[in-house]
């Protein structure tokens, strides 16, 4: 099956930049998603389609993709930004839904 | 936007079955396609299944193939996940999620507040 790779923790200090990476094969040819999830919320989409970003978040979140890796870039971090951050693409193969295993940002 | 409200916190005893209801409001239903995502404690999201509604034809995870039936309900707008043999191990939050569409891909764009299934002897 389809596995997207994420580093488990990402720390970074306040008012500086968060980058947390998502590796998958072929994922060039992929559209990358990303939510960010709060302890006992649901998760809320930050960037879709690569770059993307809906109404109402932070222009702090950006997406980028290079290769085989997808970026998610949070800049000028505050504690507001600290929850669990997962990747995701559409598997077309077998039309399939796949989540990162996904990165806890720690605001030092 | 539409607000997808699930149904609530449900215990079941080992071998038991489990029906989970998602009913968007403030947004269609249709057109879209309605997943299941569960999140076992302290774990990562798992992408279960999906249906389109108004086609009536669910795709699942390998993984997840002949134990859960996804269904939508036209007439009354609700999307249903029923999971059957659980085991302890079936212990999450059981999420719904529209999925939009861009060509032959889709993201989750919303979400419902999510449903703790416990199963415990």
């Known amino acids: 099956s389809y596995v997207l790779t994420q580093p488990p923790s990402v720390s970074v200090a306040p008012g500086k930049t968060a980058t947390i990476t998502c590796g998958g094969d072929?994922?060039?040819?992929?559209?990358v998603h990303w939510y960010q999830q709060k302890p006992g919320q649901a998760p809320v989409v930050v960037i879709y389609?690569?770059?993307d970003r809906p109404s109402g978040i932070p222009e702090r979140f950006s997406g980028s993709k290079s290769g085989n890796t997808a970026t998610l870039t949070i800049s000028r971090v505050g504690a507001g930004d600290e929850a669990d951050y997962f990747c995701?693409?559409?598997?077309?193969?077998?039309?399939?839904?796949?989540f990162g295993t996904g990165t806890t940002v720690t605001v030092l | 936007q539409v607000q997808l409200v699930q149904s609530g916190t449900d215990v079941k005893k080992p071998g038991a079955s489990v029906k989970v209801s998602c009913k968007p409001y403030?947004?269609?239903?249709?057109?879209?396609?309605i997943n299941w995502v569960r999140q076992a404690p302290g774990q990562g999201l798992e992408w279960m299944g999906g249906i389109i509604p108004i086609f009536g034809k669910a795709n699942y995870a390998q993984k997840f193939q002949g134990r859960v039936t996804i269904t939508a309900d036209e007439s009354t707008s609700i999307a249903y996940m029923e999971m059957n043999s659980l085991r302890s191990d079936d212990t999450a939050v059981y999420f719904c999620a529209r999925g939009h569409a861009y060509g032959d891909q889709y993201y989750f764009d919303s979400w419902g507040q999510g449903t703790l299934v416990t199963v415990s002897s």
């Open positions: 389609y690569d770059s």
């Open positions: 403030g947004g269609t239903f249709s057109s879209y396609t």
């Open positions: 995701q693409v559409w598997d077309t193969t077998r039309d399939h839904g796949v």
């Open positions: 072929n994922v060039g040819s992929k559209s």
